[in-house]
């Protein structure tokens, strides 16, 4: 029910905006997050943003990476910048509404020269 878009391959430095588009039924203010998942490891959150937008980031991307969200246009973005090669991976949107977890199908970032 989340959509994620905008993964790719990109060089060292540069930049990637990824989108989530969720249904009315599954967007929510509560709170949305960005995850991402390198082979081998465990899903780690990126960024979330929650009632009132406030804004949470792993300290790995601090500086580098902004959350955002529409709400009238139920999308949450990710823009990424200053990417590194270890910001390689699979990136997921959540959203906690109703007591419940909702999660992406995932987008591939790659970033290598």
Do not use: H
Not at 26 to 41: E, H, K, L
């Amino acid at each position: 029910q989340l959509q994620a878009s905008g993964g790719g391959l990109v060089q060292p430095g540069g930049s990637l905006r990824l989108s989530c588009a969720a249904p009315g039924s599954v967007f929510s203010t509560y709170y949305m997050g960005w995850y991402r998942q390198a082979p081998g490891m465990e899903r780690e959150l990126v960024a979330s943003i929650v009632g009132g937008g406030y804004t949470n980031y792993a300290d790995s991307v601090k500086g580098r990476f902004t959350i955002s969200r529409d709400i009238r246009g139920k999308t949450l973005t990710l823009q990424m910048n200053s990417l590194k090669p270890e910001d390689t991976a699979v990136y997921y949107c959540n959203s906690a509404k109703g007591g419940r977890s909702y999660w992406g199908q995932g987008t591939l970032v790659t970033v290598s020269s």
